[in-house]
């Protein structure tokens, strides 16, 4: 059985903004890449611990995976099944700040 992925708000901010952004350029492009962003997240249902731990905060609970430049920053919630995004992060931004559980 699958866990169940869920996108906070603050994810959801961070993927309209990087949406709106590749738009300046492409907006084709930007739709494009902001669906690709949001599938690859999907793989986590049946791997939620499928990225690393991330090493700013030393939780295991909260992992990572890289989809180009972004990190896509979770949760995982193993009593609950439940994969929490907290954030789509442009890598050269440096450490996000992410809400607590």
């Known amino acids: 059985m699958g866990y169940q992925v869920a996108v906070s708000p603050s994810a959801r901010r961070d993927l309209r903004d ?14 494009t890449f902001g669906q690709f962003l949001l599938s690859s997240t999907k793989r986590l249902a049946d791997f939620p611990e499928l990225g690393r731990v991330v090493p700013e905060f030393g939780d295991p609970s ?3 995976i890289v989809v180009r430049s972004y990190r896509v920053i979770y949760r995982v919630d193993h009593a609950d099944c ?14 996000p700040e992410i809400e607590e559980a």
């Open 82 to 95: 439940r994969v929490d995004v907290a954030r789509f992060w442009h890598g050269a931004r440096g450490t």
């Open 62 to 64: 909260i992992r990572e």
């Open 18 to 31: 990087i949406v709106r952004y590749i738009s300046l350029d492409s907006p084709e492009r930007a739709v």
